[in-house]
Nanobody, 126 residues
Framework: QVQLVESGGGSVQAGGSLRLSCELF????????MAWFRQAPGKEREAVAG????????SYADSVQGRFTISLINAKNTLYLQMNNLRPDDTALYYC???????????????????WGQGTQVTVSS
């Protein structure tokens, strides 16, 4: 069964760090595009980081470039999002997403991805 299971998240003060994890079940080891999205109340879901099956090719939204790092540990079948120097406007529900038969790390619209994690809340206070 293909499934994404997220963990991590929580509440931190501005300037703090958090790491999100997303375990991938039932996915092949190659030709999978993966990404992290977030959605704040009243806003559209936006892609913040993406990577390919090897975890080598990576893309970031301008709003998180230099603060967030996406990584993939294939041996653990786990995708991570390390978030540093968090700001109040990073507060959102964060999701991991994946699509099979895909190449590259380019950030795509939400409807491009056909598998989603359950979401995990990140709250940053000032």
């Amino acid at each position: 069964q293909v499934q994404l299971v997220e963990s991590g998240g929580g509440s931190v003060q501005a300037g703090g760090s958090l790491r999100l994890s997303c375990e991938l079940f039932g996915f092949p080891k190659s030709n999978v595009c993966m990404a992290w999205f977030r959605q704040a109340p009243g806003k559209e879901r936006e892609a913040v980081a993406g990577t390919d099956s090897e975890g080598q090719d990576k893309s970031y939204a301008d709003s998180v470039q230099g603060r967030f790092t996406i990584s993939l540990i294939n041996a653990k079948n786990t995708l991570y999002l390390q978030m540093n120097n968090l700001r109040p406007d990073d507060t959102a529900l964060y999701y991991c997403a994946a699509r099979q038969a895909c190449w590259g790390s380019a950030l795509q619209r939400p409807d491009f991805y056909n598998y989603w994690g359950q979401g995990t809340q990140v709250t940053v206070s000032s």
